[in-house]
């Protein structure tokens, strides 16, 4: 498991655009964090080191949006699990896991049995940025250029033995920048 802080939304984004040199099909993401945090702007930079066609947008509407590879690779499947009620929901839209890399924001308790290997990010930001008023991401969260601190864990045999791997996710606490992983907020 690792706490990286990630400065602006640039750095969002090409924090996404590495990470994708490390991810292959099959691979699923777990976004957690607030409205506002940078899960769309993360997920745009992974389209662009996938290489996918279009431009990565929220799929709130859509639930699921699909983005092609354009050099051979895999798939992008993003999906927006905020306004899905239980995980048969997200059964029901027949998403191609084995042959995608599936990126998954509002995803925390949905997708339990769906892969035995995921990696979950916990992006958080200052508290009072950003604007919550809808259940969107903003598509403009890069005006709100602030620094955020992602966690990543990874679980299951894919990620055991990386950086990554993680054992108690869940209980972790709101982490500072820079903190180390596991340790406690400062009062």
């Known amino acids: ?12 984004h090409a924090f996404g655009l590495s990470l994708a040199a490390e991810l292959r099909a099959g691979d699923l993401l777990v976004l957690d964090g607030p409205l506002g945090a940078g899960k769309t ?8 080191g996938l290489g996918i066609r279009g431009t990565v947008t929220s799929p709130t ?3 699921a949006r699909t983005h092609p590879s354009v050099v051979g690779g895999p798939a992008l499947v993003h999906v927006d699990a905020y306004r899905l009620s239980d995980p048969m929901e ?3 839209l027949d998403i191609d896991y084995a042959h995608s890399v599936v990126v998954v924001e509002w995803g ?3 997708l339990d049995g769906v892969s035995e290997s995921w990696l979950e990010l916990r992006l958080q930001r ?5 604007d919550e008023q809808s259940g969107a ?18 679980f299951g045999p894919r990620w055991a033995g990386t ?11 709101d982490a500072e920048p820079g903190a180390e992983p596991g340790a406690e907020p400062s009062a």
């Open 108 to 110: 925390a308790g949905m």
């Open 61 to 63: 509407f859509v639930l």
């Open 137 to 154: 991401e903003s598509e403009t969260e890069s005006e709100a250029d602030e620094p955020r601190t992602v966690t990543i864990a990874g």
């Open 163 to 173: 950086e990554y791997a993680g054992t108690e996710y869940a209980g972790i606490p």
């Open 1 to 12: 498991m690792i706490t990286r802080s990630v400065p602006t939304a640039e750095g969002m």
């Open 90 to 92: 997200l059964d029901d």
């Open 126 to 130: 200052p508290m009072g940025a950003g």
């Open 41 to 48: 702007t993360f997920t745009r930079g992974l389209g662009e």
